[in-house]
């Protein structure tokens, strides 16, 4: 059987969890690893609008793509001396929405993503991607917390 594993990867210490975890996991299965990183704006929930500046956003997202790059580069590395198999696929736009049908289009065998563990007050606000995934996944999903 052929394994695909989906890690949508951010630059959380869950996150790296996560990597170890899909290491090891991906080592054992010969599995394929798809390094997911996806940009979402800002949410306007967060921020003050009148503050929000096509410049400002700009900057987020160039600052977000340069520090995810330097970990994922760090994290291909890695899983590369294990002799595992990688793809890295970047995205904008909702992440819950983007892993689904990421999995769906690399026919992943699992999910392996972290909580990143929004407050109460933000999950209710915004939802959680890692519910939405669960909810919404095709295939196995494995939430790696604190």
Known sequence: MVYNILLPFDSSANS????NFVKDLAFKLNAK???L???ESPSLLLMNPYEITPDILNEIEINFKTNINNIIEKSIKELQKAGISTEVITLKG???LLIVETANEKECTFIVMDSRGLGKLKSLLMGS???YVL????CPVMIIKD
């Open 94 to 96: 909702d992440a819950g």
């Open 135 to 138: 909810n919404h996944a095709n």
């Open 16 to 19: 790296i969890k996560a990597l």
């Open 33 to 35: 690893v798809f390094l």
């Open 37 to 39: 990183s996806v940009f």
């Open 129 to 131: 991607v890692s519910n």
